[in-house]
């Protein structure tokens, strides 16, 4: 099944449900997934990263922003 990333998902729930979503990831400048980065919600990757997070997670999902 596969799992609508909403702002609140985390790194790991993400790559758990898609794994091909890590390539997404790296390119968006998350330079590794650990034991930290594993537990960020997507609302903390764009903060980190500077993107829009409800962009981030239509793009995640595969829709348009």
Same mark, same amino acid.
Request: net charge neutral; proline share 3%.
């Given at each position: 099944?596969? @799992? %609508?990333?909403e =702002?609140? &998902? &985390?790194?790991?729930?993400?790559?758990?449900a898609?794994?091909?979503l890590?390539?997404?990831? @790296?390119? @968006?400048?998350? #330079? #590794?997934?650990?034991e %930290? &980065?594993?537990?960020?919600?997507?609302? =903390?990757?764009?903060q980190?990263?500077?993107v829009?997070?409800?962009g @981030? #997670?239509?793009?995640? %999902?595969?829709?348009?922003?």
């Open positions: 099944m596969k @799992l %609508n990333i =702002r609140k &998902t &985390t790194v790991g729930q993400a790559l758990a898609e794994p091909r890590y390539g997404a990831l @790296l390119s @968006l400048g998350l #330079c #590794c997934v650990d %930290n &980065t594993v537990m960020w919600t997507m609302e =903390r990757l764009a980190e990263v500077g829009d997070a409800d @981030l #997670c239509a793009a995640l %999902n595969g829709k348009q922003p």
